[in-house]
């Protein structure tokens, strides 16, 4: 069976798209050491679509997203989420009322997430995201809670700063201090 134009230029994107990411990846030394790509046709009553998702494996690490995903326009699509990286400044609180004025929260980047922390790392900026010490009423004391309400527990330090940056790493600072933010929201199955 032969694919439609419009399904070569999407596969052509698409494709370009995982290059870009992989180069913004390398700049912050890691290595793009896979890229597998699987185009499947979905027949319906009314047309037939074809998505293509993607795999990359990187230090051991693999990461995948669909094709078929759908983020606004300016929006990163990584792992069935949307990412924008916000460029003006504001509080956490403030960045925290932003993401939701836009349908979206303060990412969740964990650092597990050698994909997305490599890409912030190429930026080189520091960025509000959404981890916060609270005390919540099920937990004596406070714990670092991220805007999805999972605890955080790779942060052993004791600060009188209760909200996280990244930047290489993740960081506190004093929620007060005006940065740029990352807002995520899951991306809409096409």
Partial sequence: MQMPVFAVLL???VTLGICVICQWIRASSFQCTNITEVITERPSETETV???DHEI???GETSSFSGCD???HGWLLLNGMCYYFFEDRSSWTESDRLCRSVRA???TIKPSDIILTGYVKSLRNDFWIGLKKERRDRYPGDLWYWSDNTIEESIQEESSNFCVKIKET???ESCSMKLPRICER????C
């Fill in 170 to 172: 993740l960081l506190t």
């Fill in 105 to 107: 929260n303060l990412a």
């Fill in 50 to 52: 074809f998505s293509v």
């Fill in 11 to 13: 596969l052509i994107s």
């Fill in 57 to 59: 494996t990187m230090g």
């Fill in 186 to 189: 899951e991306a809409e199955k």
């Fill in 70 to 72: 759908v983020c606004p």
